[in-house]
């Protein structure tokens, strides 16, 4: 199998090339990572507080997790690649729209509009890898999509940073734009998938997704997931700030953590095929380098100890989250786009609950306690996951975990 193909049948029985995917996976990681390292530079420029600034910020994370299930429901019924080629030219327009605001209400508006366009991207990506190809090739192409959507992290990181020093916050916005309406135009190449639940009522898959039990389980254990993967995850450049360092090292030491997702998951592709590793395996190993990186960072918040923390929970995310992510594809075949969606939406919704669960911790300067809370509620979710995935049975998410 060549990098960015996969030997998957549809109908006519094409050679797939998802490489169009790793692209729409790009933009929407980047467009997510990108809002952080402007915020302040927005503030300066339209002449408002960081408060106020904020909100852009947060509309468009909730905005983010709220619409999984209404994209899941729609591609169910109407096919994966004319949802995504719709959200890709709404975020065309939306981007553009956040790039052109002349104050901030228009910005705030436009960025959320950005934002519920651009979260049907990237699980109708992993919804269409489910439909194309089989369960056993599957967590490659998987992967491929995750270490692509690492890669804009980092690059739109740094690239926003940057654009708002020397140049201006305005092309954060007009870059992805741009690559959106090219892929929206190039996704027409690929070949439509529709989930069998095409033509029936609109809350048939929802009720199709919650009548198989281990689909059910999937989307709690997403909860708890959420939390311990990207809630905490949020407090390790505060934490280092807390410790007297420059927001500039903060951010240039946690940057790692993309570069070490993209690493691990090229990782993972090897040990899928060529050590034929059983995904319990990687959830177990994944959820231990969480445990040990959480663990590091409690010991001391300066920058060795954050940095290492920062590329364990990047391979540790590579190892379990993809795992998870190829998982969910396989729960509810027959409605998988809206068995995705709310997987997404449980693994968002449990980040916001982690991240407001220990804000305390963190106002208080207690980072140490924080991340010991973080390795105590990985440690048991980690040991539920890798049992369960042992348990569940070779033909699908039939039975009962």
């Known amino acids: 199998m060549?990098?960015?193909?996969?030997?998957?049948?549809?109908?006519?029985?094409?050679r797939l090339d998802f490489r169009l995917l790793y692209v729409g996976a790009f933009i929407a990681y980047g467009d997510r990572f990108a809002i952080a390292p402007i915020l302040v530079s927005?503030?300066?420029?339209?002449?408002?507080?960081?408060?106020?600034?904020t909100v852009m910020a947060t509309l468009y994370f909730l905005l983010y997790g709220l619409l999984q299930p209404v994209y899941g429901i729609v591609s169910d019924r109407v096919g994966r690649v004319r949802v995504?080629?719709?959200a890709l030219c709404g975020m065309f327009l939306a981007s553009a729209a956040?790039?052109?605001?002349p104050n901030l209400s228009t910005l705030i508006v436009a960025k959320a509009a950005a934002a519920g366009f651009v979260a049907a991207v990237l699980p109708t990506s992993l919804v269409y890898v489910g439909d194309m190809v089989p369960?056993?090739?599957?967590?490659h192409v998987i992967a491929n999509v995750l270490a692509a959507g690492s890669v804009g992290t980092v690059l739109a990181t740094?690239?926003?940073?940057?654009a708002a020093r020397y140049s201006t916050w305005r092309l954060v916005f007009l870059v992805p734009a741009v690559i959106s309406l090219l892929l929206a135009v190039a996704l027409g190449r690929l070949p439509e998938s529709l989930s069998r639940t095409a033509g029936t009522g609109a809350l048939t898959p929802?009720?199709?997704?919650?009548?198989?039990?281990?689909?059910?389980?999937?989307?709690v254990?997403?909860?708890?997931e959420g939390a311990f993967m990207l809630g905490f995850l949020t407090f390790l450049a505060p934490a280092l700030e807390a410790r007297g360092h420059s927001a500039a090292v903060a951010g240039a030491v946690t940057a790692t953590y993309g570069v070490a997702v993209f690493a691990g998951l090229q990782g993972v592709k090897r040990l899928v095929r060529q050590a034929s590793l059983p995904p319990s395996a990687l959830i177990a190993g994944g959820g231990t380098l969480l445990v040990v990186a959480y663990l590091v960072a409690a010991a001391n918040q300066q920058v060795a100890n954050i940095l290492l923390a920062s590329v364990l929970i990047g391979v540790g995310y590579a190892l379990l989250h993809s795992t998870l992510q190829t998982w969910a594809t396989d729960v509810a075949p027959e409605a998988r786009g809206t068995a995705i969606s709310f997987f997404v939406t449980a693994v968002f919704t449990g980040a916001a609950l982690g991240t407001a669960a220990v804000r305390g911790l963190a106002d208080a300067g207690h980072y140490q306690q924080l991340f010991l809370v973080a390795a105590a509620l990985t440690v048991p979710v980690t040991v539920v996951a890798a049992v369960a995935r042992t348990r569940y049975p070779p033909g699908g998410g039939a039975g009962t975990p």
């Open 84 to 86: 995504m080629r719709f």
């Open 98 to 101: 956040s790039a052109l605001a």
């Open 206 to 219: 929802v009720r199709q997704v919650f009548s198989h039990p281990w689909a059910v389980f999937l989307v």
């Open 42 to 53: 927005v503030a300066g420029d339209l002449g408002e507080s960081l408060a106020a600034v």
């Open 158 to 162: 740094v690239g926003a940073g940057m």
């Open 221 to 224: 254990l997403a909860l708890a």
């Open 2 to 14: 060549e990098p960015g193909t996969a030997a998957a049948s549809t109908a006519a029985g094409p």
């Open 135 to 139: 369960l056993q090739h599957r967590q």
